[in-house]
């Protein structure tokens, strides 16, 4: 009895016409070179076979286990065979092929081309389909859009510790056949680069947000929108270089000032109790109001000097205040001391 493997071996190298399947399974329908004409006059594409794609050992192919049967684009060159034989009727693809993007557009009232013209793009005349990031090439990718929207010069807190910092320029200096780069239709990328001193990992979506890790370690994470994270467990943050954080524009030139929401507002909510230790001194400029509301005792001690100046000072207590000093006291009134003013003063 024959079956497929004793009936003969037929194979085919094809165009993919169609990848809409409506079973969902990843077929295509394929134009055979040798076995279909290109006039589609003869043959539609909608009267090809759909072919099945063969799928690799680390995809299980079952209950969505493993990567999804996708890739292929209208206009893709494919290898694969008839599991029928010479009924040609049961196609099976396992394999793309890239070559050279042909100098004119190929025409779609004939087969062997993508029906809707969309593959191959425009800007790749003449051009190898390897990504061009796999090849080294910058023009036109987005490492070029990636350091001209680099924004560098933020400012520090009253000019203290590192100035100007910013967000750090791409590294990339990748060099064929070292850069395995996954590149989607939209334009979402995948860079694992092993080009010897300049190994980096890259996932960039189309909207330009980003995640690179550079080739001695360090990490730059941009997010073109909001960003939100969620730890449902504890969390361990160590920092061992100075620390800079920026909340709102980098200038006042950026966004409108009298905008609160587009200055950059600061909250933070604490459900338990919060312990801050700082080994070295504290400065804060604060050039708006300072509320406090505390429900609790306040206790501070301090081992130096204690000053406080204000233009005005109130101490207002519902019960007692109690002042004690080990040393003198002095008060000094330019105008004069009331230890007990009239009421309303």
């Known amino acids: 009895m024959n079956h497929m493997g004793k009936d003969g071996f037929v194979w085919f190298q094809g165009v993919v016409e169609d990848r809409k399947d409506p079973m969902l399974l990843g077929r295509c329908k394929i134009r055979c070179l040798g076995y279909h004409t290109d006039d589609k006059t003869l043959i539609p594409t909608e009267n090809l076979p759909w072919a099945f794609p063969i799928q690799p050992i680390t995809s299980a192919a079952m209950n969505g286990i493993g990567n999804s049967p996708l890739g292929p684009v209208e ?30 557009k190929p025409n779609t009232n004939r087969g062997f081309c993508d029906p809707s013209g969309i593959y191959p793009k425009d800007g790749f005349t003449a051009e190898q389909d390897t990504n061009r990031l796999a090849r080294g090439i910058t023009s036109g990718t987005i490492v070029e859009s990636k350091i001209s929207g680099a924004t560098t010069d933020y400012p520090t807190a009253n000019n203290a510790g590192d100035s100007g910092w910013g967000e750090p320029e791409t590294p990339f200096m990748a060099e064929y056949p070292y850069n395995y780069v996954y590149q989607s239709e939209s334009g979402h990328i995948q860079e694992f680069d092993d080009t010897p001193e300049s190994e980096r990992i890259h996932t960039y979506h189309k909207s330009g947000t980003f995640e690179e890790i550079h080739p001695g370690g360090g990490k730059v994470v941009k997010v073109v929108g909001d960003d939100y994270e969620f730890t449902l467990g504890k969390k361990f943050i160590n920092v061992v270089g100075n620390t800079n954080i920026l909340i709102g524009p980098k200038s006042d030139d950026e966004e409108d000032s009298e905008d609160e929401e587009n200055i950059g507002n600061f909250t933070l909510y604490i459900k338990g109790s919060a312990n801050i230790q700082v080994d070295g001194s504290v400065n804060q400029v604060v050039n708006g109001d300072v509320k406090q509301n505390i429900n609790g005792d306040v206790n501070i001690n301090s081992d130096g000097d204690f000053e406080l100046e204000s233009k005005n000072i109130t101490m207002k ?17 330019t105008t004069g001391i009331d230890l007990n003013p009239p009421e309303g003063q």
């Open 317 to 333: 207590a519902t019960e007692n205040i109690n002042i004690e000093t080990e040393g003198s006291m002095v008060l000094k009134g």
């Open 75 to 104: 206009g893709t060159w494919v290898i694969g065979f008839f599991r029928d034989g010479f009924n040609l009727q049961e196609p099976v693809f396992f394999g793309t092929i890239g070559g050279i993007v042909p100098v004119e």
